[in-house]
């Protein structure tokens, strides 16, 4: 019988920079998901990928130097890098500069116009830039974005318009009947109460102010709006084509599960719903908006230099503890937090005591007491039952918190089970056992019961932490449980042997250490945001009283001149209040004469006077020098009269 499909994706990231860790959980909490299916025996395709259009790629391009092209080309790199890095499985990395996939949306956006969905129209007004969204003035919060806080600005340009009217009703219902397509539930509420009964206004679905995007192909003015191109990557990337879609999309459409997040839930239950409904395709089964992961000191930013990236995570405490640390600490609904302190504890209580001590004590009493050779008896402990009933109820339980994507619940239930297993240790007192012959029985039955149940709860921990479930069933010398064989007791295989040397999966951490190391880290990423700097040789200090003796002015270039002979210096007349000054300045390298006049320039007025190559200099210009010895005029930011002081 073939494998039922299941098809899920994750919102493609904005290729505008590196992800944190944020962001990074997503993914991570998607390959969960994909990975317990796929045990469950679901034909999984899991979608996901790069937003690469706009105007703030093509503004951060310009800040870079590079083509936009250039630009996403690095950081879509650098995105599917930390993909890779957490280990997660997706099927199919689509990048929205896909020839492909520009080729279908440009026939989307077609078949929209022709069929009377899209029209042209005039657009104004406010803009986000970096939310690529339009806002009227009632939809913005204290005058900013609704989705992101930032500034807004007016904005006017001829655009195409998709009829969102056409299809409000029509989703509405769909919504209201089918109660399972918006998650969680509060989610729901939301939209239906903040954008769908109040009324939609019709979507901008073209730009004209800038180029980086798909272009319409029949009128070339425009670029199709990075919603609609975005948006369509779920269909696009499994062969949905106007003039004929592939047998993939067959099987796979309509989508089981988009994964998102919580902020861009109104483009992925209103927007894209009637985008669907437009072009008489089915709607995903269901959209869940996953809650934040939050900076435990607040908001991240890398000029406060807090920004937690998924790869310094890692290089401190691996994949797999990143990983279940993510996965674990994030409620259902309300938005998680993480702290390097709190990493630090769930590291130490969570993976190296519950989980590495257990299966270093099983391994390490099996070698001790038998040889490694685990071996089933009739023997019992009045403990085994219980142990028992919690081993095969788990794989249940895990399976009922998954269905309602509880993904941290479904991993505390088979910590419960580790937790279970250490506290039948401590029941059951092995290391008493062992001293009396008569109850070797009983050992070997202790032992036997611990081996299978870690193999469950191993087996059960793959999505999560699928590296630390391949070491330990490794060192047990057995393989992956089938799923449906997990709420069965007894299958490990009489007589084997274990490793012979137990492998440490989680080493304790130092919080001191660890505490250090992030110091480290956060004072270089608040280098790296300053940007190049130069550090010179601190001079002795000054007292304010030396200080007050120098006279700083604005002063006016009213002429400027070479100094004959001269490869640096230029003389300038300096208006400074009703005097003029002939100041002699090394910036011939930076500046020609004539644009020095009219120039507003900060002045050492009081600078004892001195000959310079045998001129007259009765001042000083205050200059910066950078690291390359280039120098740059210091001038206030606005008009200042001649003679303002300084202070």
Same mark, same amino acid.
């Given at each position: 019988?073939? =494998? ?107 078949? $929209? ?30 005058? =900013? ?82 919603? $609609? ?108 937090? !993480? ?16 989980? *590495? ?41 895990? %399976? ?10 479904? !991993? ?6 580790? =937790? ?33 149940? !870690? ?34 007791? *007894? ?12 492998? !440490? ?63 640096? $210096? ?17 910036? =011939? ?25 045998? %001129? ?26 001649? *003679?303002?002081?300084?202070?």
């Amino acid at each position: 019988m073939s =494998k039922k499909p299941y098809y899920m994706t994750t919102a493609i990231a904005y290729a505008s920079g590196k992800p944190h860790i944020g962001n990074t959980y997503e993914i991570v909490l998607a390959d969960s998901i994909a990975r317990f299916k796929r045990q469950q025996g679901y034909d999984v395709f899991f979608q996901t990928g790069t937003d690469e259009h706009g105007q703030k790629v093509e503004l951060k391009a310009e800040e870079k130097g590079v083509t936009p092209k250039e630009f996403v080309d690095e950081t879509a790199a650098e995105i599917k890098r930390i993909w890779d890095l957490m280990n997660t499985s997706y099927d199919k990395f689509i990048r929205t500069t896909d020839a492909d996939h520009e080729k279908v949306i440009q026939k989307i956006f077609k078949k $929209l116009y022709d069929q009377g969905d899209i029209y042209k129209g005039f657009y104004e007004g406010m803009y986000c830039t970096p939310c690529e969204s339009f806002f009227t003035s009632s939809q913005l919060i204290d005058g =900013k974005c609704p989705d992101c806080g930032r500034e807004v600005k007016p904005a006017k340009e001829e655009a195409y318009f998709l009829k969102l009217s056409n299809y409000t009703q029509r989703l509405i219902d769909h919504i209201n009947s089918h109660p399972e397509f918006i998650q969680p539930e509060s989610r729901k509420n939301e939209m239906m109460n903040n954008f769908l009964l109040p009324g939609l206004q019709d979507l901008c679905v073209s730009r004209t102010s800038f180029s980086w995007g798909i272009p319409v192909d029949f009128d070339d003015k425009h670029v199709v709006y990075v919603w $609609l191109d975005a948006l369509s990557n779920y269909i696009t990337g499994i062969g949905y084509d106007p003039d004929g879609s592939t047998e993939q999309f067959d099987r796979f459409w309509p989508a089981d599960l988009h994964l998102i997040g919580k902020d861009i839930l109104r483009f992925h239950t209103i927007y894209w719903p009637i985008m669907l409904m437009a072009l008489d395709i089915p709607l995903p089964k269901q959209v869940f908006g996953h809650p934040w992961l939050l900076q435990g000191d607040g908001k991240m930013s890398k000029s406060k230099g807090n920004v937690i990236y998924a790869d310094d995570l890692v290089d401190l405490f691996g994949v797999d503890a990143v990983r279940f640390f993510v996965l674990h600490e994030m409620p259902f609904e309300n938005d998680g937090v !993480i702290t390097w302190d709190l990493m630090v504890e769930r590291f130490n209580s969570e993976l190296a005591n519950t989980l *590495g001590n257990l299966v270093n004590r099983t391994v390490s009493m099996s070698n001790k007491y038998f040889g490694g050779v685990v071996t089933r008896t009739d023997d019992k402990t009045v403990f085994d039952d219980d142990l028992i009933a919690v081993a095969t109820s788990t794989a249940g339980k895990v %399976v009922k918190k998954m269905d309602q994507l509880r993904v941290a619940d479904a !991993i505390s239930e088979i910590f419960t089970l580790f =937790k279970r297993c250490n506290k039948y240790i401590d029941e059951t007192t092995p290391w008493v056992l062992a001293k009396n012959e008569e109850d070797k029985g009983k050992l070997n039955t202790v032992l036997y019961n611990l081996v299978e149940s !870690i193999t469950i709860g191993a087996t059960l921990l793959q999505p999560f932490m699928p590296e630390t479930t391949e070491k330990i069933l490794k060192q047990l010398n057995t393989t992956e449980r089938k799923f449906t064989d997990l709420e069965k007791f *007894g299958l490990y295989e009489n007589g084997t042997k274990l490793t012979d040397t137990p492998e !440490i999966l989680f080493v304790r951490q130092d919080p001191e250490e660890v505490a250090k190391l992030v110091a480290e880290k956060e004072e270089a990423a608040k280098k790296e945001a300053l940007g190049p700097v130069v550090d010179i040789e601190p001079k002795e200090e000054i007292s304010f009283d030396d200080f007050g003796k120098m006279q700083f002015q604005v002063g006016r270039i009213l002429e400027c001149e070479e100094v004959p002979k001269s490869k640096k $210096l230029l003389v300038s007349k300096v208006q400074v209040g009703s005097e003029v000054k002939q100041i002699v300045s090394g910036i =011939k390298p930076q500046y020609m004469p004539k644009d020095m006049v009219g120039k507003d320039v900060m002045v050492l007025v009081n600078l004892k006077p001195a000959k310079l190559a045998g %001129v007259l200099s009765e001042g000083m210009l205050l200059c910066a020098e950078n690291d390359k010895g280039e120098l740059s005029l210091m001038v206030p930011d606005r008009q200042m009269v001649p *003679g303002a002081e300084i202070c």
